[in-house]
């Protein structure tokens, strides 16, 4: 399936996406705070004044909220929407595809990405992101990875399972934290913003078989399986869970890349412009 249609898959079931989804490390947002200065001398005088693309139900967005950020969210499911403005009555929730949404002015002291950048045109994301900063805003891009740790023989015994019931299985070991790169390219090419600084942190989840595969059920590519191939994986996965003694513990490393916005006019070219 091609990008447009499996980043369509994660509205078609939003209770369950808002139930499984996992949030972000406490210290990704103090991070972010001290990136934007808050509380510092000269810094914000103002609530921080949030664009968050793709939100999904929410998970990035209630600790900002928490700290009293004032946010503005554009999601592309609308089932997904839907819950975000029950989740966060006071956020700003508009359904959208950022990569043809009318941008507003450059007032935002951060754009913010978590786990959704991907999924967004790269032709034009970047400089869509620099057109809505205002001069010294900070674009923060948060990437999960899946990685070593963990129940480390489940997810190598697990690739059996995706032999047989995908097309595309991912083959060999899950990479450590430390393999995983940190690659500022598609940012540092536009010229927009100043040196990218990544942040790093690496955490668990232990999960039952039920809870395991509900969160894979969540999982754009899972999703786009037929039916009588997602239920020979879940029975296969399920069964590896069993005879492991009913848990599987799973490894993440969450990244932020994080840039600042060069004080310099934004000018977009033709084909970044709204449509």
């Not at 369509?8 to 001290?34: I, S």
């Not at 508009?94 to 950048?117: K, N």
């Amino acid at each position: 399936m091609s990008r447009e249609q499996l980043r369509q898959t994660f509205t078609e079931d939003a209770e369950l996406y808002d139930r499984v989804r996992p949030t972000y490390p406490e210290q990704l947002y103090d991070d972010l705070a001290d990136l934007l200065g808050v509380g510092e001398e000269g810094g914000p005088s103002m609530p921080i004044r949030v664009l968050e693309i793709g939100p999904g139900t929410g998970q990035a967005t209630h600790p900002m909220v928490e700290r009293g950020w004032s946010i503005t969210a554009v999601e592309l499911g609308a089932e997904l929407a839907a819950v975000a403005r029950r989740n966060l009555p006071t956020a700003d929730i508009i359904v959208a595809d950022f990569d043809t949404w009318e941008l507003p002015p450059p007032t935002f002291d951060l754009v913010l990405s978590a786990t959704a950048f991907h999924w967004l045109d790269p032709a034009t994301r970047v400089r869509r992101c620099a057109r809505v900063l205002r001069p010294g805003g900070v674009l923060a891009i948060v990437s999960t990875h899946h990685v070593a740790g963990g129940s480390e023989q489940f997810f190598v015994d697990v690739q059996r399972c995706y032999d047989r019931f995908t097309d595309d299985p991912i083959k060999g070991r899950l990479p450590r934290a430390s393999a995983v790169p940190e690659d500022s390219s598609e940012i540092d090419a536009t010229g927009l913003f100043g040196p990218v600084t990544f942040h790093r942190y690496e955490w668990e989840v232990v999960y039952s078989a039920a809870e395991y595969l509900e969160l894979l059920s969540s999982y754009s590519g899972h999703r786009a399986l037929t039916a009588d191939r997602r239920d020979g994986l879940y029975d296969c996965v399920r069964a590896l869970i069993d005879a492991g003694g009913g848990t599987v513990t799973k490894r993440y490393l969450t990244q932020l890349s994080a840039a600042v916005s060069l004080n310099q006019p934004l000018a977009l070219r033709a084909t970044d412009r709204s449509r």
